[in-house]
């Protein structure tokens, strides 16, 4: 009996293959390929690896090497172009390749349901059935929308675009135009369009069904069950499914012959991974479009500034929208209200209580929106300053009034309403400040007859419970909604005319720079949910009513007049003179321990080990904003550069050293972070 050596990742920080004996008894048996998934044994365990080499030696001593188990069968080999995708990730982002690939793969075939796998494989050439709808009626293409499609559609190679349009200006049009194109013009190419958050956005999901309902649709996002995200996976993998729909993590998906990549609402932050493999879903989609030399579309009513610099230098493509797609349909007029001069009523302005009173009489409806769930902020003493603070973090506890308690929002931690003060005995505690639940209840005092609905993480926890009430706003069952940022994105409600925004300002002043450029994408997106419906005959004109201390502000100056680019080049120079992304580069490393101590003085020896400083800046080792979470403390260093290669060059030869090191601390490096 002969054999061959296959190379084997294996999902561990290790960034090395593995060689194993793949024995091969006869001339019938099986020979594994690269792609394909295998078992072997690793440690005490049995795992599921990625093949990607086989030969005739091993460098290793060949008595050494165990034996590998079994090929994966039902499982497609994974294309090339797919490993070299999770090498790139994997290099770019400081992980090993198996940490890349191998968590990408449906736990049910890491685990190795076998038998599970058999079965599932027959429905794999299923259409989409969720919509057997006639295909929906589809409009015709404005002018701009024909040359954006056009433009994509006659693309040669690698094309980066940005589509930049209002909400509403139609880009969805020209997603589902150009899908439905390249569709047609070859039998088995497969698009990737990806979504910020599937339950936040099932609008796109409900467009690309209706508009295709014979065509095989797989959707990817972290809510399927193991089942359906192996179905989907399968589908993806052996080219069945042609149009691939997901969130970040679909970004990964094998697919073995993709077209096109379609990025809606490019700029939002949850592209951005925050744990394990932080990795970024629009940086990698535009990467594996040139990779694929393909067309990629990132679309935005408010394009990230790191496109957006890409389009001022002529590396992306500009296709613009420059008005809202449907006749008559106009921005709806911005207002700010300057609360500094004012009393608030239960956190309304007269200004807004009296808009929201013209919508209740004409039947339409109003949106508030305030990114601060539960009752209030925080308690207070007013006798001695007591103030809710949680234990374990260095936050508040936020008063949930229904059910009695305080609870920290980053650590979960829950505790009793105290009666009295825990330090003076003062029995008249004070809630202090606006959540979405204390909004909610003086709505209800102000509008007795209306009918209010708050939608919040609270709200919404349980599973469909977000579907159910934005199908009671459909239709019609809601006069007021107040929300968290949930309900700014994506949702087109026919007969909304006021949204409100309460007390935005906080980001003004946040120690993160990106929090302005974040503010300002929320408020265009917020403002998008008013005026998409034609005008009706009597109706009341659309506005947004913006509650600000600060009405001044060159933020909110920018916001009245829907000025995204004005506002743009403005946050861009002051980038570039500070020398922060786009302009600059940045890795984080953070540390966590009890001590805050240990965890910076982990990160000062860290910054000793770095070997070659030239053309990188190290910033001082510093305590985390927000310093203590369930009581561990965390502590950042910065690396800066202008220069992204430099970095990559430095982390390759530092990293190796800083994980040898035996410190107890938990430590993570983060390159490009989203905040810092
Ligand atoms: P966006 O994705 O930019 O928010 P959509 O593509 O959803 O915009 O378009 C907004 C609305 O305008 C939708 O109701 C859509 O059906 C409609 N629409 C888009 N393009 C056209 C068009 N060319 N003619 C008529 N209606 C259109
Ligand atoms: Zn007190
Ligand atoms: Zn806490």
């Not at 052996?238 to 073995?256: D, E, N, Q, Y």
């Not at 007795?448 to 579907?467: C, E, H, N």
């Not at 101590?597 to 000793?608: G, Y």
Request: with cysteine.
């Amino acid at each position: 009996m002969s054999h061959l050596i296959v190379q084997v990742v294996l999902d561990t920080p290790l960034d090395f293959c593995f060689d194993y004996r793949y024995p091969v008894a006869s001339e019938d048996t099986q020979l594994p390929q690269v792609g394909q998934l295998i078992v072997v044994p690793f440690g005490r365990r049995t795992e599921v690896g990625l093949v990607v080499g086989i030969k005739n030696h091993s460098e290793v001593n060949e008595k050494k090497l165990k034996d590998a188990l079994s090929l994966v069968e039902g499982v497609p080999p994974l294309h090339r172009e797919w490993i070299d995708l999770c090498r790139f990730a994997a290099s770019y982002y400081q992980r090993s390749l198996g940490e890349v690939a191998l968590p990408s793969i449906p736990k049910k075939i890491r685990h190795l349901g076998k038998l599970a796998l058999k079965r599932a494989l027959k429905s794999l050439d299923e259409k989409n059935g969720k919509f057997l709808s006639e295909r929906e009626e589809k409009p015709q293409l404005h002018q701009a929308q024909q040359n954006a499609v056009s433009a994509i559609m006659h693309s040669c190679g690698f094309a980066p675009y940005v589509l930049y349009g209002v909400t509403g200006s139609g880009k969805t049009e020209i997603y589902l135009h150009s899908i439905e194109q390249v569709l047609d013009r070859s039998p088995d190419a497969q698009i990737l369009v990806m979504v910020p958050e599937i339950n936040l956005t099932p609008q796109l999901e409900t467009s690309v069904c209706n508009r295709f309902p014979h065509e095989n649709i797989a959707t990817l996002h972290s809510r399927l069950t193991e089942s359906e995200r192996l179905k989907n996976w399968l589908k993806i993998a052996s080219g069945k499914a042609r149009i691939i729909l997901g969130t970040r993590l679909a970004v990964l998906a094998p697919a073995p012959k993709l077209a096109l990549i379609i990025v809606d609402e490019e700029h939002d932050p949850s592209y951005k991974q925050q744990e394990g493999l932080r990795y970024s879903a629009r940086d990698l989609a535009v990467w594996r479009a040139s990779q694929l030399k393909i067309p990629v579309v990132l679309g935005s009513a408010t394009p990230s500034l790191e496109s957006w610099q890409h389009v001022l230098t002529g590396r992306y493509i500009k296709l613009e929208l420059p008005e809202r797609a449907v006749k008559d349909a106009v921005l709806p007029a911005i207002k700010l209200i300057d609360t500094s001069k004012q009393l608030l009523n239960k956190g309304l302005s007269g200004e807004l209580i009296n808009a929201i009173q013209r919508r209740l009489e004409k039947g339409e409806q109003s949106l508030l929106f305030l990114n601060r769930r539960g009752y209030a902020p925080v308690i207070t003493c007013e006798a001695c300053g007591w103030i809710s603070s949680c234990e374990r973090c260095t936050a508040y506890m936020v008063y949930h009034k229904s059910h009695r308690l305080l609870r920290c929002h980053h650590c979960g931690l829950e505790r009793p309403v105290p009666r009295v003060c825990p330090d003076c005995g003062n029995a008249d505690l004070q809630a202090l400040g606006q959540g979405t639940q204390r909004v909610e209840e003086g709505l209800k005092i102000c509008f007795p007859d209306a009918r209010v609905l708050r939608i919040d993480a609270d709200s919404t926890s349980r599973k469909g419970s977000l579907q159910q009430a934005l199908f009671s706003i459909h239709r019609g069952e809601v006069d007021i909604i107040i929300g968290t940022q949930m309900i700014a994105k994506g949702h087109d409600f026919r007969n909304l005319t006021l949204v409100g925004v309460l007390n935005p300002d906080t980001a003004l002043f946040s120690h993160d720079y990106r929090s302005s450029e974040r503010l300002f994408a929320l408020l265009m997106q917020v403002a998008g949910r008013a005026g998409r419906s034609s005008l009706r005959v009597g109706a009341n004109p659309s506005e947004v009513l913006v509650q600000t201390r600060y009405p001044m502000h060159p933020l909110y100056q920018a916001t009245l007049s829907h000025r995204y680019e004005k506002y743009a080049s403005e946050l861009l120079a002051e980038r570039k003179n500070a020398g922060l992304p786009p302009f600059g580069y940045q890795v984080l490393l953070t540390a966590e321990s009890r001590k805050i101590e240990t965890a910076l003085a982990f990160l000062r020896d860290a910054a000793a080990d770095i070997p070659c400083k030239d053309g990188i800046m190290i910033n001082e080792p510093i305590p985390m904003a927000m310093m203590r979470i369930a009581n561990m403390e965390r502590a950042q260093m910065l690396i800066e550069s202008n220069s992204r290669a430099c970095l990559q060059h430095m982390l390759r030869e530092w990293l190796p050293q800083l994980r040898s090191r035996k410190t107890g601390v938990r430590w993570q490096i983060e390159v490009d972070p989203l905040s810092i």
